[in-house]
């Protein structure tokens, strides 16, 4: 098993900050903004997935996929935010092979002067065990279901409640039964709970938490 590269705060890595979570809780909107409040680069690990899920759809063996995988790839990432997409990524994510040849991509930018915020679903557990702040945010199946309903319905895609249900449950138990980096909450991470919030009290709560972090 190859050594784990950790990434915390000195003069190379600047500040890292892990954002995990199921779909739909809110950790994307959280993210971009976190990132936006300190400067922070921003990536969304889970379009990396999508775009591999994406070229998948369109052929490619999923390793192979991976490993030729391109920025250019996650240009216009709307167009990755499908739930034929969404599919193809959770079950391309499971793939070990998929995931080794993401890992040094998303380390590299985790280490990047400035700052960084990385949401997914085990960046503070895989990428980057040593991030200065954790967060793992979450929300009821119901409460997140209705939100994907909302997007892909705002989108232009024809669904259901009970089939969008069905689906974050199913994803759930694939992201949260895999054998390689399950998606589970770092042992330090700080648990938000979406369920019962709003956007903005939610992002008020996470730029509070790293806040705290950078003048301790």
Not at 130 to 147: G, H, I, N, Q, Y
Not at 180 to 192: F, H, K, N, Y
């Amino acid at each position: 098993m190859s050594r784990l590269i950790t990434v915390s705060q000195n003069a190379q890595s600047g500040f890292t900050v892990a954002i995990d979570g199921p779909a739909a809780a809110g950790k994307g909107a959280i993210s971009r903004a976190v990132a936006a409040h300190f400067g922070f680069a921003h990536l969304d690990t889970g379009l990396l997935y999508r775009a591999v899920g994406r070229r998948v759809l369109g052929g490619l063996d999923p390793v192979t996929a991976a490993q030729s995988l391109d920025p250019a790839d996650l240009v216009a990432p709307d167009s990755l935010r499908t739930a034929q997409i969404a599919e193809a990524a959770s079950r391309v994510a499971v793939i070990p092979e998929v995931r080794a040849a993401l890992v040094d991509f998303q380390r590299a930018f985790a280490r990047r002067l400035g700052g960084a915020v990385l949401d997914g679903r085990d960046i503070g557990t895989v990428i980057c065990p040593a991030a200065d702040v954790k967060l793992f945010v979450t929300a009821s199946p119901e409460v997140r279901a209705a939100r994907r309903l909302k997007e892909l319905c705002d989108n232009g895609f024809e669904t259901d409640f009970a089939t969008v249900l069905a689906d974050v449950r199913a994803r759930d138990a694939r992201d949260g039964g895999r054998a390689t980096a399950p998606m589970v909450p770092a042992e330090d991470a700080l648990m938000l709970d979406t369920s019962m919030m709003a956007v903005d009290e939610a992002v008020a709560a996470a730029i509070a938490a790293v806040a705290a972090r950078r003048a301790s």
